[in-house]
């Protein structure tokens, strides 16, 4: 056996013998899902597992996120294994949260896992490696909420609504030379696969503004902006025909607000957006 084959070995090792812990924090994080930039009760969990195995860290980066390290500085280069904290939002899912709709409905309560359970394989011969390992913990993976997120902006707690960008303003990757993440996914055959393709996307926050008036009574007085947001979702209907299969342009907005009460013509109507594309 190689000596890299041994330390493999001895690394693998290390995260069976701790199979039980790493699932137990995949299923707790499972059971107190929290959206984006409100992960305070992940974020504390997986900084009580970093001073259990003595990392040294930073957190409340981007208001939930952290960073710790295997070792402290040395020679050689950081790699980083990420971790993301949030959830999206699925009110219907049987395991959601009552209150919020938050669920773990794309993975990252097993992602979170994961990166845990490397880190614990890697405690095993980090001083062994050159270079240094980094858990990166952050929030906000999931582009939602933007009215939620532009009043964080508007307070000065954040600039970006996401929160690798956040990460990357802050300079929190800036000693990180590669990061390796995993997720879950539906589609794959069998228990892993490499690679796969990504597209970027703008976020859009849309607001039509219209003027009240009483519905029942005097409609004529008012302008309803809820059909003007209609008519706005009838023009992007209207431009999917040109849109190329081969740029994969997706447009997906809501509404999500419609009015005030029914008893009004609507004045502030408000759309949510990801235009999504193969490029910018």
């Known amino acids: 056996m190689t ?4 330390l493999k070995r001895r690394v693998l090792n290390a995260i069976d013998a701790r199979a039980d812990e790493i699932i137990g924090v995949g299923e707790a994080i499972w059971r107190s899902p929290e959206l984006g930039f409100k992960e305070f009760k992940t974020a504390e969990l997986v900084e009580r597992k970093y001073e259990e195995m003595g990392w040294s860290y930073e957190n409340k980066i981007a208001i939930t996120g952290s960073k710790a390290y295997l070792k402290r500085k040395g020679g050689g280069p950081t790699i980083g294994i990420i971790g993301e904290l949030d959830t999206v939002r699925c009110p219907d899912h049987p ?25 614990f ?6 001083k062994e490696l050159d270079g240094n390992v980094a858990m990166v913990t952050v ?42 993440g995993s997720h879950t996914d539906s589609e794959i055959k069998g228990k892993l696969s490499v690679g796969g393709s990504n597209n970027g996307f703008v976020g859009k926050m849309v607001r039509y503004v219209g003027l009240e ?7 004529h007085k008012g302008i309803n902006a809820l059909n003007a947001a209609m008519l706005g979702l009838m023009g992007i209907h209207a431009q999917r025909e040109t849109f190329r299969e081969e740029d994969t342009i997706r447009v997906h907005p809501i509404i999500t607000k419609g009015g005030e009460i029914v008893n009004n013509v609507p004045a502030d109507v408000r759309m949510e957006s990801y235009v999504r594309g193969k490029t910018v």
Do not use: W
């Open 3 to 6: 000596a890299k084959e041994e």
């Open 95 to 119: 395991d959601c949260d009552p209150i919020t709709g938050a669920v773990h409905a794309c993975g990252h309560n097993a992602q979170v896992a994961a990166m845990l359970g490397a880190g």
């Open 121 to 126: 394989g890697l405690a095993e011969v980090i």
């Open 139 to 180: 929030p906000a993976e999931e582009y939602l909420e933007i009215d939620y997120r532009n009043s964080l902006r508007e307070k000065g707690l954040l600039e970006f609504f996401g929160g690798k960008q956040e990460f990357i303003r802050l300079g929190a990757l800036a000693d990180v030379d590669l990061c390796i």
């Open 213 to 219: 008036a009483h519905a029942g009574g005097a409609p």
